[in-house]
């Protein structure tokens, strides 16, 4: 990832205006600043969120609170407790997001 365009700046994520995403089950819900050539969000997964489509787009994410499980679609599954991390990039492998408990998360793409 290179960043380019983002000036130095501040982010005080509870005043930031949140959207909310419907998943295949629960939902998502979003804080985002969009600055140059990237994206961070602040996302919150209610209970028994599961997403409704396979993303390819590449994130750094890491789990603020709870638990999420990340699978892959070649069938891999991975569980990260808060405190956790992963990143892909770009097309390279098409994952899938879930929770029981419900997860916050920090992601930059």
Request: charged share 25%; proline share 0%; aromatic share 10%.
């Given at each position: 990832m290179k960043i380019e365009g983002v000036p130095f700046f501040v982010a005080d994520?509870?005043?930031v205006e949140p959207t909310e995403h419907p998943g295949e089950t629960g939902k998502a819900i979003w804080r985002t600043i969009e600055a140059g050539n990237?994206?961070?969000r602040k996302v919150e997964y209610t209970p028994g969120y599961r997403a409704d489509h396979w993303c390819s787009?590449?994130?750094v994410l890491l789990v603020l609170e709870g638990e999420l499980t990340t699978e892959l679609k070649d069938g891999r599954t991975f569980t990260l407790p808060a405190g956790t991390s992963y990143?892909?990039?770009?097309?390279?492998?098409p994952h899938l997001s879930s929770t029981q408990a419900g997860a916050t998360l920090?992601?930059?793409d």
């Open positions: 994520w509870a005043k990237i994206r961070v787009r590449g994130h990143q892909v990039a770009d097309g390279a492998e920090f992601i930059v």
